[in-house]
């Protein structure tokens, strides 16, 4: 069996991995949902937008799922923690993905416009919402949550649901709804032609700058204005997961200290600046698959960034400092994180193989005609 | 301490989102296998009927699947949103099977589906019917690793609880895969969802015959459904008993519950048909008792006695009591973790502190409880004895019921005479809620039978639920009505909408009511 300290590690480079995977894979199809009621005009081009991504949105929901199940095994009090301390905001984001399954699978199923559009715009909602709540939710981890715990370790989650919405985290909330929308972007530019194409490469350029401008408003913010966290007790890597017996304090700019530890991090919001500035060049250039592939490493620049500055946080609180979760006290034990990552090595292989078997079957441009002659069968 | 009306609405939400949920999960487990029989027949024969069988139940099993996905999301977010403490107790072997369920099965189901309805001309045959075949084992796989963790519920072993992380631990992960609660689960859950899709395809062919429209498609939906069905409902009852079986060795509680045995009787004990649970009285008022059978199912023996509920309250008394001085021990331990005496002293009263924790009800301080709270804590730890006799017996003739249905299907099918049966045909269409009810009242007999705990033995309801305030509850109880009312609604319009046009929906130009598509 692997060390305990190196796995809790591992875990937390594995919860960034399947974060990553959710942006991208669920990522690109909430985006062309969210793009879904502007670049699409009329009902067959709606439908083309639609179909770009109905064969695939079902298994890429599952990276979501799948993350969710896997923060639950690997660190179950951030899971307990910050699902019910973010509780309307999680329920906010549930009810949302409501929206999708139904959205994608009834719509086309009756010849009414109303029906048709209503739908639309649940597939709006359902695709815009949940990244832009997650964006607010890393905003707010950033700044520290209020929360604590007894000497049961139950939590209590001290603030409000309003308190989320503050302009740090709103910013964040951009950030992420835009790298969301821009790879969405690149992906419908990549599976349709036409003016949907057109306007899918337009859509590219404007959220590639909007999240340019927003990222680098975020950064300016997070090194001037937002405190960051650090343990101030001797850290035993190897020690059993308990977050009371550790003592942390605030500090301005320890945020970035990981930077200077660890300089070759730096290379991680440089992916993030380059991928959007190539996955906007490239798109306009028609390279779209490339820019698919820009869009993707700017996801993962973006997540690594966020990452790599609060490492080795998760959760600090704000209000009770040392009850903060982090990589070495709020995770699983030794022989669960090891079968999880075991359970994680053996299948995530085969779910990338089939799950690109998958996308390789229905690969290829989707037209009006493909909308027209499977006019029962497409949604 | 937690407030009373916290729990009861946290309960009640779980409750319905669960329930609600498995109102497309059991058809989703049938109508993947029945897709797979229809479309092997397709691939061997070559007969275009069997593909548009395939395409036509494939439909209806697509609209059913999406409430399916969207109302499975609300039950992985609510152990976190409404049951933190329990994800932080027992999060170390819970989270891991729905972690590896979403791994190993739900990509699985989730990435094929897709190829299953959009794969049709750029798949070979045998692709597609390997892509359907692969939904079929991710949907399987998937309730295996539910049950796995809901078995573990039950039945919680390969775990130990550790003083310094507050919480149980995982120490034996095959023991907890291999669950014989688990097991069982599994295979009566599953065949009870194969008998779902079966009672699905046959109802609604039925009403095709009794309308004599699309003839031919119904005459080979409805064998099909009446062979599926047959082997299913059998699968159901014989490892039901199975089940039954599990129930005796892990929770005698439940069992003496189900079957309003008071008293521990000399064995084999009786079972009694029918009674009328009197629960102040702690006796039956009227009772109607076969002598023996009780004993064999629960115990495979003449010989092994069965507790009643007077002696398992009294077992559990001790329990609690002894609890109590878990609770304490574990407390100074807490503050003194390195002390090797106190550690000891924990190690030996550790197995009773959930019977201690059942106290948290009544008082924050489990030292300072009075006997009176401990007679209620006694008294909590049995169940209420009505609802689930009841629901045990509706649950269990629904069965023999729906038995006697596809006995009779499979019978005039084999004679081939069936379509010239109407009060068959009409027997079928009137079952249809039949399979809708059972899988409910069963989950109620297994889920209300376990109370008061979530983790039997080990983490008591009450304790389990987040520090939320109870408007917060009322507002996400409210908003889970209104969604789930409208969801509902609009799948069923749709599902009767296509069921009623039947095979004309796939627009092939070879069905009735062509002209009806949408």
Known sequence: MVDYETLKIIWWLLVGV?????????????????????????????????????????????????????????????????FSGFYWAMLAVLW????????????????????????????????????????????????????????????????????????????????????????????????????????????????????????????????????????????????????????????????????????????????????????????????????????????????GTAGASMFPFVMPSSSDLNSSLTVWDSVSSHLTLSIMFWATLIFMPLIIFYTSWAYSVMAGKVTAGYVKENEHSAY | MVSESLVDLSRLQFAATAMYHFLFVPLTLGMTWMLVIMESVYVMTGKEVYKDMTRFWGKLFGINFAL???TGITLEFQFGTNWAYYSHYVG?????PLAIEGLMAFFLESTFIGLFFFGWDRLSRQRHLLVTLLMAIGTNLSALWILIANGWMQNPVGAEFNYVTMRMEMTDFWAVVFNPDAQAKFVHTVSAGYVTGAMFVLSISAWYLLRRKDVEFAKRSFRIAAAFGLASIASVIVLGDESGYMVGEAQQTKMAAIEAMWETEPAPAGLNLIALPNEAGMRNDFEIKLPWIMGLIGTRSVSKQIPGIVEIKEKNRERIISGIEAVQRLEALRKNPADAELKARFAERKDDLG????????????????????????????????????????????????????????????????????????????????????????????????????????????????????????????????????????????MVKFARQGPGSLGTGRYANESAHA
């Not at chain 1, 081009?45 to 969710?68: A, C, K, L, S, Y």
């Not at chain 2, 170390?92 to 891991?96: C, E, K, L, R, T």
């Not at chain 2, 269409?429 to 889920?447: I, K, N, R």
């Open chain 2, 355 to 494: 019977f201690g924790l059942l106290l948290k009800k009544y008082t924050k301080d489990v030292s300072a409880a009075t006997p009176e709270m401990i007679e209620k804590a006694v008294n909590d730890t049995v169940p209420r004895v009505s609802p689930l006799f009841w629901s045990f017996r509706l649950m269990v003739g629904l069965g023999f019921a729906m038995l006697a249905l596809f006995g009779f299907a499979a019978w005039y099918s084999v004679k081939g005479s069936f379509a010239d049966h109407r009060w068959l045909l009409s027997a079928a269409v009137w079952s249809l809620p039949m399979p809708w009810l059972a899988c409910e009242l069963g989950w109620f007999v297994a889920e209300y039978g376990r109370q008061p705990w979530t983790i039997y033995g080990v983490l008591p309801t009450h304790l389990s639920v987040s520090t939320l305030t109870v408007g917060s509850l009322y507002g996400s109880i409210a908003g889970f009505v209104g969604f789930y009312t409208i969801l509902l609604i609009v799948e069923l319009y749709l």
């Open chain 1, 96 to 303: 949302a993905l409501f929206f999708r399954p139904v959205g994608f699978d009834y719509r086309s199923k009756i010849h009414d416009a109303r029906w048709r559009s209503t739908w639309d715009w649940g597939l709006f909602v359902g695709g815009a919402v949940p990244p832009l709540i997650f964006g607010v939710a890393f905003g707010n981890l950033l700044q520290g949550v209020p929360f604590h715990f007894d000497e049961y370790l139950v939590s209590y989650y001290t603030g409000s649901f309003w308190g989320l919405l503050n302009p740090f985290a709103l910013v964040c909330g951009v950030v992420s709804t835009a790298m969301i929308t821009f790879h969405g972007a690149n992906y419908l530019a990549h599976r349709t032609e036409g003016v949907i194409q057109q306007r899918a490469i337009t859509a590219s350029t404007l959220f590639g700058l909007l999240f340019i401008a927003s990222f680098s408003v975020a950064g300016v913010w997070l090194y001037f204005g937002i405190d960051g966290y650090v343990i101030t007790s001797a850290v035993d890597g190897g020690a059993l997961a308990n977050p009371l017996a550790k003592s942390v304090s605030r500090e301005a700019g320890a945020w970035l200290a990981n930077y200077a530890h660890a300089p070759a991090t730096i290379a991680l919001p440089l992916v993030a600046y380059l991928g959007a500035l190539a996955g906007i060049v490239l798109a306009r250039g028609k390279h779209t698959l490339t820019a698919f592939v820009a869009s993707a490493l700017c996801l993962t620049g973006v997540i």
């Open chain 1, 18 to 82: 399947l974060l990553v995977g959710f942006a991208i894979m669920d990522g690109h199809d909430m985006g062309v949902g969210t793009l879904l009621p502007f670049v699409g005009r009329s009902d067959t081009e709606r439908r083309v937008i639609i179909n770009t991504v109905g064969p695939h949105w079902d298994g890429n929901q599952v990276w979501f799922i799948t993350g969710g199940g896997a923060i639950f095994a690997a660190w179950p009090l951030v899971y307990a923690t910050a």
């Open chain 2, 92 to 96: 170390d072997i819970f989270g891991a």
């Open chain 2, 68 to 70: 399916g996905v969207t």
